[in-house]
């Protein structure tokens, strides 16, 4: 229904939208801006906003020092290879659960989402101690089996979401055309929900990529992601905002670009559901 | 070869018995409708033999094959949705190609039936597109050139032309009548329409409640309905159904005189009624007239150049060779 709605009320409402939207880039911003200047003019009282030697010092410093590309790799294949197997493993689940629910189907998917409820402090020295005792400690492997079960719980939700878009006669036209289990998922149902699988894989890519808590813990230097790479930063020697910056804008950067693109499905993919 | 044979097939969901134990053979080469109101099960007695549901007990033979557990891939039959339920992301060829792809067959066979197919559906056009680009009635045909290529030992029809317009309805139930003269398939067909039925059937098979009411041809169900429930279901307009002092008088319970047995005078007659509302098809008038000491109006059926009007006053005699009477229980009178 159309609702009539005065200039004024158009103004004003943009204006506050510019002004949240701004609040909540200006971090960003901000390291960005920061990672251009010296380390003098990034801690300087007053701030400088634009008004400084640009220089990009900071990326030389930061890539001789730190292997970037090493990092970046490392956060590929994690992001990548989490998301491959997590893909893996949730669409049969999905499947099963939107088109074979079972009476406990909806307490299993409550009881998958509620383990993202507990901190994940809480099992970090058991994670540890199984890691370290199966050799797996600083392995992209290793990494790779954390992030795919820390984000399987949303992977399969998301999906599930998106079967239950798909009318199950389809599914039943497919068996009754003589499609095995497997082919009814690889043929029928898979390439009808790409749109969400895209989302799915998008946000998990998403995800994978920014996790710090267990790619901090669990890596030292071979399998180490680009959120060590930041942290690597942050400390021994004092705090040098420019290069931390500069290491910021670097991690972010592929994920920023690549969400930049990517906005319509990741929109659609958050939003799916909400309106029928 | 398609005879199916159901033996003792009852289904339960959970603790509702939706059909309890019924038995039913489908010869081969017959062209079934199973028909009945919303919810009497007949959808679901289709879905059993197609595989889709698990019988709760009974056994179901196709070609004298115990098939009770066979996963509908392996049954040898072909169905068609109400939804058409066709692969929107295939070309209308890949729809087609797609049981014929899952069964491995030769490439340049595939292409054979898929053209032939195409040609006697009147789909050779729309091949390369997309079930989204068509119309209701040509994604219907898609449906049924799927299943034809396959060329199965029977067709599972489930209430097929139900989404689609009335003018396309009679169409594409003639294509359909006509493709089982053709083909000499064994046929299974869903509907709750009884005209589909009437017009199409080799064998109705009247349900209510999961119970199968009557068996027969549609003839001997208009002639000969075995209770008052097919009575009042099979012929359009319904039957009339009396009960009371009228009843009484032929020694029944309740007496079914349909809206064709009924002779009109202006003058004299064994009722006297008024004209209520006339419905004018044409061909055909349909009088609702009130009769004094009916409960209902009754039905009468006129030719299409009688001209009564709201009010008027008319006498009805029904034609008693064509009366049905009914018992308590609701059974015919023989």
Same mark, same amino acid.
């Given at each position: ?17 510019? *002004?949240?939207? @701004?609040?909540?880039?200006?971090? =960003?911003? !901000?390291?960005?801006? +920061?990672? $251009? &200047? ?107 089996? *954390?992030?795919? @079960?820390?984000?399987?719980?949303? =992977?399969? !939700?998301?999906?599930? +979401?998106? $079967? &239950? ?112 | ?334």
């Amino acid at each position: 229904m159309a609702r009539s709605v005065s200039t004024n009320r158009k103004l004003v409402t943009t204006f506050f939208a510019w *002004v949240v939207g @701004l609040a909540i880039f200006f971090p =960003i911003l !901000w390291t960005i801006l +920061t990672s $251009f &200047k010296t380390e003098a003019q990034a801690i300087a009282d007053p701030p400088i906003f634009f008004n400084f030697h640009w220089t990009l010092e900071n990326y030389v410093t930061v890539q001789e020092r730190s292997n970037y590309f090493r990092h970046f790799w490392n956060s590929v294949v994690l992001s990548g290879g989490s998301t491959l197997l997590g893909l893996i493993i949730a669409i049969p689940a999905a499947w099963s659960m939107a088109f074979v629910p079972s009476r406990r189907t909806k307490d299993i998917l409550m009881w998958m989402l509620s383990t993202k409820m507990l901190p994940p402090v809480g099992v970090l020295v058991p994670m540890y101690l199984i890691f370290r005792n199966l050799g797996l400690l600083d392995t992209q492997i290793g990494l790779v089996i *954390v992030l795919t @079960l820390i984000n399987l719980p949303i =992977i399969v !939700w998301m999906l599930y +979401t998106y $079967f &239950k878009e798909i009318p199950g006669e389809i599914l039943e036209a497919a068996r009754m055309d003589g499609a095995t289990l497997r082919s009814e998922i690889l043929y029928v149902l898979t390439p009808m929900a790409i749109p969400g699988i895209a989302s799915t894989v998008l946000l998990n890519i998403i995800l994978a990529w920014n996790e710090a808590f267990w790619t901090l813990n669990l890596t030292a230097a071979k399998a180490a992601p680009l959120t060590a790479f930041i942290a690597s930063y942050s400390s021994p020697e004092g705090l040098f905002y420019a290069k931390l910056s500069a290491a910021s804008t670097m991690a972010i950067a592929p994920i920023l670009i690549m969400g930049w693109f990517s906005q319509k499905q990741l929109v659609r993919g958050l939003t799916f559901g909400a309106v029928k | 070869m398609g005879r199916i044979t159901l033996d003792k097939v009852s289904k339960a969901f959970g603790d509702v018995e939706v059909i309890p134990p019924l038995d039913l053979t489908i010869e081969d080469g017959e062209f079934v409708v199973f028909v009945g109101p919303s919810g009497c099960g007949k959808s679901t007695l289709l879905r059993l033999i197609a595989g889709l549901e698990d019988v709760s007990g009974g056994e179901i033979r196709i070609n004298g094959q115990d098939a009770t557990q066979t996963p509908p891939a392996k049954r040898g039959l072909a169905m068609v949705f109400q939804s058409y339920a066709l692969y929107p992301h295939m070309s209308v060829r890949k729809n087609i190609a797609f049981p014929m792809r899952m069964a491995g067959m030769p490439k340049d066979e595939q292409d054979r039936r898929i053209e032939a197919a195409a040609k006697a559906l009147n789909l050779t056009d729309y091949l390369d597109r997309r079930p989204g680009q068509l119309s209701g009635g040509q994604r219907q045909r898609v449906a049924i050139g799927r299943a034809i290529v396959r060329e199965p030992d029977a067709f599972l029809f489930d209430e097929p032309l139900s989404n689609l317009d009335a003018a396309l309805r009679v169409g594409m139930r003639l294509e359909i009548s006509e493709l089982h003269k053709r083909l000499t398939t064994t046929m299974v067909y869903v509907t709750h329409d009884q005209v589909e039925a009437m017009t199409m059937a080799d064998k109705i098979v009247v349900l209510q409640a999961g119970r199968i009411e009557q068996v027969g041809s549609p003839m001997e169900l208009y002639r000969s309905p075995r209770n008052v429930f097919v009575a009042g279901f099979i012929g359009s307009p319904k039957m009339n159904l009396l009960t009371g002092p009228e009843a009484d008088k032929h020694s029944a319970t309740t007496i079914g005189i349909r809206p064709e047995h009924i002779a009109i005078s202006s003058d004299a007659g064994a009722w006297k009624g008024t004209v209520g509302v006339s419905e004018h098809l044409g061909s055909d008038t349909f009088f609702h007239v009130t009769v004094e000491g009916f409960h209902d109006p009754l039905t009468v059926r006129a030719s299409g150049e009688v001209a009564l009007y709201y009010g008027d006053t008319i006498y009805l005699t029904p034609d008693l060779t064509h009366l049905h009477r009914f018992d308590a229980q609701g059974l015919r009178i023989a």
